[in-house]
């Protein structure tokens, strides 16, 4: 089993930054995909960004693509999601996925991850 804990969300004008934080626990990530994904009121979960532990590529969605930074720190079991020059667009609830397989790809697809955060809260005024 995997917990994991998002942290870092709250309120912040259009322009300005924040950084989400993910913990893992329960288990050492050494292989596998993590994935932040986000949801607003009234619309579909949407994917944003994906790392992989070993190698630390990256994959994101073209709306967030120069914004967001996505990093990890393997010894914390931790990853980031660096967002700056925020709109009120990317306001939203955003999920920690982890997919914990071998052969685990860069995907934007929420089945492909095993396990998932409580969220965190981003609203980015005008």
């Known amino acids: 089993q995997v917990q994991l804990v998002e942290s870092g969300g709250g309120l912040v004008q259009a322009g300005g930054s924040l950084r989400l934080s993910c913990a893992a626990s329960g288990r050492t990530l050494r292989s596998g995909t993590m994935g932040w994904f986000r949801q607003a009121p009234g619309k579909e979960r949407e994917f944003v960004a994906a790392?992989?532990?070993?190698?630390?590529?990256?994959y994101y969605a073209d709306s967030v693509k120069g914004r967001f930074t996505m990093s990890s720190d393997n010894a914390k079991n931790t990853v980031y999601l660096q967002m700056n020059s925020l709109k009120p667009e990317d306001t939203a609830v955003y999920y920690c996925a982890a997919d914990v397989s071998r052969f685990a790809v860069l995907t934007a697809t929420p089945t492909a991850y095993d396990y998932w955060g409580q969220g965190t809260q981003v609203t980015v005024s005008s």
């Open positions: 790392i992989r532990w070993s190698g630390g590529s990256t």
